[in-house]
């Protein structure tokens, strides 16, 4: 009776092991699905050449992005690379701040806003914190949809990229590559 009872435990520990590795694969397949959806808003600004030309004048690593701003990856074990690329860009808007730069990026807004709201059910499996992340990240987008400030909530909203960045680094232990 009692090797029974053994053995009903191990079989019980082996499916519990296997069934939280399964959980934890679909959290981080989430996680960077919504990663993705980031990389594409960081990648749009990175089209707007005046915005890349001033990026381009004290920091080379954009060179990277003069053929082609997709190959930014905004990889999770880049969170340095992706914090250094993210500052440019928020320090460059301001400095910009033109009209066509607005219309540039309420148009990307426009498109993708529905799709990033179709995500929060995805990204409140990930964590508490990528959730808050993404809430903060959707209403400074409303507030651009909207016509408000668009300079001032895009800044805010790579603030929340970045922080979602970070939240991923801590939460899974990703081992960052220089």
């Not at 029974?4 to 590795?21: A, G, P, T």
């Not at 990204?123 to 993404?134: D, Q, R």
Request: with cysteine; hydrophobic share 45%; aromatic share 12%.
């Amino acid at each position: 009776m009692i090797g029974v009872v053994v053995d009903m435990v191990f079989v019980y520990l082996i499916f519990s092991y296997i069934e939280e590795r399964r959980r934890k694969k679909i959290v981080i397949e989430n996680e960077r699905r919504a990663r993705s959806y980031l990389r594409f808003f960081i990648v749009d600004l990175l089209r707007f050449k005046p915005l890349l030309d001033r990026c381009l004048v004290e920091h080379k690593e954009f060179e990277l992005f003069i053929e082609s701003p997709e190959k930014f990856k905004f990889y999770d074990f880049q969170s340095a690379f992706n914090a250094k690329i993210i500052n440019k860009i928020s320090e460059e808007i301001s400095v910009i701040e033109s009209e066509a730069l607005c219309d540039h990026i309420k148009n990307h807004i426009s498109i993708e806003l529905s799709s990033l709201q179709a995500m929060l059910p995805v990204i409140s499996g990930v964590s508490k914190e990528h959730f808050k992340n993404w809430q903060r990240i959707l209403y400074f987008m409303s507030m651009i949809n909207k016509g408000n400030n668009t300079i001032s909530n895009t800044k805010k909203i790579l603030a929340k990229i970045k922080s979602f960045d970070v939240n991923t680094v801590k939460k899974f232990n990703v081992i960052q590559k220089t």
